[in-house]
Nanobody, 122 residues
Framework: QVQLAESGGGLVQPGGSVRLSCVAS????????MGWHRQAPGKQRELVAFITSEDITTYADFVKGRFTISRDSAKNTVYLQMNSLKPEDTAVYYC????????????????WGQGTQVTVSS
């Protein structure tokens, strides 16, 4: 079972930046797509961005132009660079491995990590 471990969250002021990291227990990045999700209190978990094994990236509308997903296969790590943060970005952020369906929708598979809390507040 592949284990995922997220890190890098914390308290950030509005307009600030933070970079999240997700390390996998084995090299899966050449096989699977990888995604970042978030879950705010009282809300459902939502997809933020994903990156395919061919490095094609897709973003949710609410983060386009502000967040960037990338990966370093040599380090078994996927990143989420978050800029111009807003209070509504406050959530626990999770990474996942997955694949796309026929329509290009990202489908996470396997277990989730513990997540990392990002709080945007002055």
């Amino acid at each position: 079972q592949v284990q995922l471990a997220e890190s890098g969250g914390g308290l950030v002021q509005p307009g600030g930046s933070v970079r999240l990291s997700c390390v996998a227990s084995e090299n899966i990045y050449t096989i699977f797509s990888m995604g970042w999700h978030r879950q705010a209190p009282g809300k459902q978990r939502e997809l933020v961005a994903f990156i395919t094994s061919e490095d094609i990236t897709t973003y949710a509308d609410f983060v386009k132009g502000r967040f960037t997903i990338s990966r370093d296969s040599a380090k078994n790590t996927v990143y989420l660079q978050m800029n111009s943060l807003k209070p509504e970005d406050t959530a626990v952020y999770y990474c996942s491995r997955g694949h796309e369906d026929y329509y290009g929708n990202y489908l996470p598979i396997g277990s989730w990590g513990q997540g990392t809390q990002v709080t945007v507040s002055s």
